[in-house]
């Protein structure tokens, strides 16, 4: 795996350390179980797999290069960088400006640019239509594009399943960058549709085997679907390609489900001209956090405290795994930690922020679960740590934790 060029304070000294031992014992990543740090007045059970991943240190280390090789011109965001508050304030402190926000509404009109400008493409990737429109004005998109590779990877994927005539279905969150971007690019192959969860997609296995009419298929997805989709006969046959940070059960459970509509419709003979194979577009690192997030299921703790930007879709699945089991905050950084009894975590049912009175119990042990989205540096899990140790018992210092990895 490539190595980037990240600045060196969104590393950590404990959290780096603890990935490095579990990279050095465990390689092949085939054990999901996760380190426990015992210091005493409380433990920490640290997933497995966290933090940033190979497409987000690929966009950021893109972002900074473009700082420090472009000192005279301006530099524009097309969108966030990432999902993640301190990264994308940190990049607006060099003078970076955001030309959209995340559900693609423009900041800054794209008729103020001109040929000289940089233009980053954030980790998501972009529309075609975006594409045009910056190409059309001389921006250069491709020096500093950061599309990250494994969203690449679906967008070749629907091109393939366009190519063999299938209708391609997005396991995805319709306004999400990363969704809007992969929807462009397989419309331009194929006839395309958006559905969020098991519940839309059994909606649409009512429609394929007729117990709902055209015209409720029309009014359910409106806006979610490719001009002119005729459901019966672009239903015919399907492939399922999926936004990268979403659960990948949840994407399995989709596909399978609607493997087993074509299969009640078309019979087994039948099945594989009627639905594709598409278990390759799912991305390793969600897969690879998402299992450990099991992995800490299978552990006992008092709560869990889940690092990440609230608008983080991968994040917002491990908490809604988490959460299952262990009370859990969800939190953006160390700042939102205010005493032993009180912390500020965002709820992503309400999409609000609610003060919790009870957050750090009174006990001789405490067992803490800690993990973070994969566009959470390292650095801000490491202030988490700090900050809870701070509370429980401010006699630890960084020596004392170091020596327990």
Known sequence: MKQFEVPEFYRSPIISKVKSKRKLEDPRKKDFTPTELNLGKVTFVIARHFGF??????????????????????????????????????????????????????????????????????????????????????????????TCPFVEKVWNRSEKLGETQHTIIIHGKAKHEETRA???????????????????AKFLGEVILGTKSKSEFDAF????????????????????????????????????????????????????????????????????????TYGLLEKEADLAVVVGGYNSSNTSHL???????????????????????????????????????????EKENVRIIISSGASCPDALVDGVLHKIISLIDPTIDSNQILHQI
Request: aromatic share 8%; proline share 4%; hydrophobic share 35%.
């Open 53 to 146: 991943c190979y497409g987000v240190e690929n966009a950021i280390e893109k972002s900074y290069k473009a700082i420090q090789e472009n000192p005279e011109k301006r530099i524009f965001l097309l969108s966030q960088m990432i999902h993640n508050p301190d990264v994308n304030a940190d990049l607006q402190s060099y003078g970076l400006q955001f030309l959209q926000d995340t559900e693609g509404n423009q900041l800054i009109p794209f008729e103020e640019l001109n040929a000289d400008d940089i233009v980053i493409i954030p980790a998501f990737g972009t529309t075609l239509e975006i594409e045009e429109k910056l190409r059309a004005i001389g921006v250069n998109i491709d020096t500093y594009n950061t």
């Open 182 to 200: 992969t929807f462009s690019h397989s419309s331009s192959n194929a006839p395309s549709l958006i559905i969020k969860d098991l519940k839309e």
């Open 221 to 292: 997805f409106e806006g979610k679907m490719t001009p002119n989709f005729d459901a019966d006969i672009h239903l015919l046959k399907i492939g399922v390609v999926n936004q990268t940070t979403m659960l990948a059960t949840e994407t399995q459970e989709i596909t399978d489900y609607l493997r087993g509509i074509m299969l009640q419709k078309y019979g087994e003979a039948n099945l594989k001209a009627h639905i594709a194979d598409t278990r390759d577009t799912l991305c390793y690192a969600t897969n690879d956090n998402q299992s450990a």
């Open 319 to 361: 908490v809604e795994l988490l959460e299952e089991k262990f009370p859990t905050f969800y939190i953006k950084n160390k700042e939102e930690i205010i005493s032993k009894s009180a912390i500020n975590s965002f709820d992503i049912h309400s999409s609000e922020i609610i003060n919790h009175t009870r957050f750090i119990p």
